[in-house]
Nanobody, 125 residues
Framework: QVQLVESGGGLVQAGDSLRLSCAASGRTFSSDAMGWFRQAPGKEREFVAT????????FYADSVKGRFTISRDSAKNTVYLQMNSLKPEDTAVYYCAAGRPAYSLKTQRLGYNYWGQGTQVTVSS
């Protein structure tokens, strides 16, 4: 059974940093895509970042580009999201996702088969 477990969320002030972790179990995702989405209250779940390990590329939403970095530790089957210069608008539940999306679906929820339970990130002004 595949499980994705996020951790690292919390309450921080604007300008601070956080690192989210997503530990995968049940299979390895060395050639798949692993990414992050987020959902703020009353809003749709939106794409944040993804890494397509098989082709060695990463993609970021324009709203986080230059501030967030996605990376992984293959030995630990874990993906990270380093979030710097956090803003109040980054407040959301952050979800880890994994799968084999078609290239055109790499930023779409539809492209991912596995999801974590989410971790709350709250940024105060």
């Amino acid at each position: 059974q595949v499980q994705l477990v996020e951790s690292g969320g919390g309450l921080v002030q604007a300008g601070d940093s956080l690192r989210l972790s997503c530990a995968a179990s049940g299979r390895t995702f060395s050639s798949d895509a692993m990414g992050w989405f987020r959902q703020a209250p009353g809003k749709e779940r939106e794409f944040v970042a993804t890494a397509m390990w098989g082709v060695g590329t990463t993609f970021y939403a324009d709203s986080v580009k230059g501030r967030f970095t996605i990376s992984r530790d293959s030995a630990k089957n874990t993906v990270y999201l380093q979030m710097n210069s956090l803003k109040p608008e980054d407040t959301a539940v952050y979800y880890c996702a994994a799968g084999r999306p078609a290239y055109s679906l790499k930023t779409q929820r539809l492209g991912y088969n596995y999801w974590g339970q989410g971790t709350q990130v709250t940024v105060s002004s």
